[in-house]
């Protein structure tokens, strides 16, 4: 069976298509969609879908009880409902032009990270129906900008061997057993924006799997971004986000990038038979062993610039 695993937040037009292209596979592969919904306005929320999507199961997460920013908390409250031994993990407004389930059910093998291609549309067709669906018209959108995007929203790769090779999970594949051994995403990240995917590579390099990229599967990344018009209320919103991704930095580049463990939490039954005290003691050994050189940094530059700022004063 093959779990798809998305975290959703009030985008249920672009997410309805994206069941849409699941849906011929109903009754031929064996597959559920797990969504979890992160808190999404009551107009927005997905209960209603499951008669029409009878693969559809929904996990909603209350707005009231959010204390994290990161998905990387509903996506991990996703990984542990999932029956399948085959995961789709993907984002909620990537529609499947190609055969992703049939392709994942014929192909993905152990200890393989399958990262397909993600092509990103612009307004104007993710705002028409006509367009979107039309195949002949996206196959000429891909070849007339066959290259890597330009900024957000932009026509081009989000995700291709060739022009964007970050595998970043837009729509990406592995069985579970190696998703539990990983332990899903790092919830360090939970209060800041950004480096979860980056984590979640850089865990995945860790463990020695084989990333393979399927350029000629591919998902259309529908165009989400709505910028306010309030360039007060723009630039609020930029400082905001930039502070939590400056967060999320440097917890991947001082902490993540610096340890050799990939394993992170603990998933389901798979960790029954295994000592979890012991792993988790010498997780916290190395997480301390690393924070303890950082903050003595900081306490160092902290000291020498009162020093400086007193000498200054004679």
Known sequence: MISVVTAYYNRKKLFTRTLK?????????????????????????????????????VIRLEKQNKWYKNPCIPFNVGFEAVKGDKIIIQNPECYHFGAILAYVDAHLKENEYLSFGCFSLDKTTTNSEELLFDKENIEKLISENDKTFVKNGDLGWYNHSKFRPEAYHFCAAMTKHDLYDLGGFDERYAKGVGYDDDDFIWRIRQKKMNIKFVDDVIVLHQNHYNYSENKIEAEDMIRQILDSYKRNKAIFEEITQRSNLYKVNYLGESYDNVNVSKIDFNYTQEFNKLLKPILKSKLKRKISYHILKFVSKF
């Not at 597959?31 to 808190?39: A, Q, R």
Request: negative net charge.
């Open 21 to 57: 292209s699941m849906l011929p596979y109903y009754g031929k592969i064996d597959f559920e969609v797990i969504v979890v919904d992160d808190g999404s306005d009551e107009a927005e929320r997905l209960e209603d879908l499951q008669t029409d999507f009878p693969f559809l199961n």
